[in-house]
Nanobody, 122 residues
Framework: QVQVVESGGGLVQAGGSLRLSCAAS????????MGWYRQAPGKERELVAT???????NYADSVKGRFTISRDNAKNTVYLQMNSLKPEDTAVYYC????????????????WGQGTQVTVSS
């Protein structure tokens, strides 16, 4: 009922930049927090950044000062601007959208995208 689609991943050299986009569509009703997570080979999925409906943000210590999360509520879209990329940032990046639906307007659930690969070469 809710679809989440990421885009913008790719291969970039260390020190470069990428901008990820994530759009939610379908039966969304009152989208709450949105965020980005990543999973590197052999590691568990970890939080990268989140943004509330009121644009309050939270970042993992490893990306503070380098990544910026933002959102466009009119487009149901969240962005992740990644600057000064490091090889350690290489991972599959997943978008998470917390939202209710028109069928269940009081039940907020997490909806995940399929992920987009980010590879940073040294």
């Amino acid at each position: 009922q809710v679809q989440v689609v990421e885009s913008g991943g790719g291969l970039v050299q260390a020190g470069g930049s990428l901008r990820l986009s994530c759009a939610a569509s379908g039966s969304t009703f009152n989208i709450n927090d949105m965020g980005w997570y990543r999973q590197a080979p052999g590691k568990e999925r970890e939080l990268v950044a989140t943004i509330s409906s009121g644009t309050a943000t939270n970042y993992a210590d490893s990306v503070k000062g380098r990544f910026t999360i933002s959102r466009d509520n009119a487009k149901n879209t969240v962005y992740l601007q990644m600057n000064s990329l490091k090889p350690e940032d290489t991972a599959v990046y997943y978008c998470k959208v917390n939202s209710a639906t028109y069928r269940s307007p009081l039940l907020f659930l997490d909806y995940w995208g399929q992920g987009t690969q980010v590879t940073v070469s040294s």
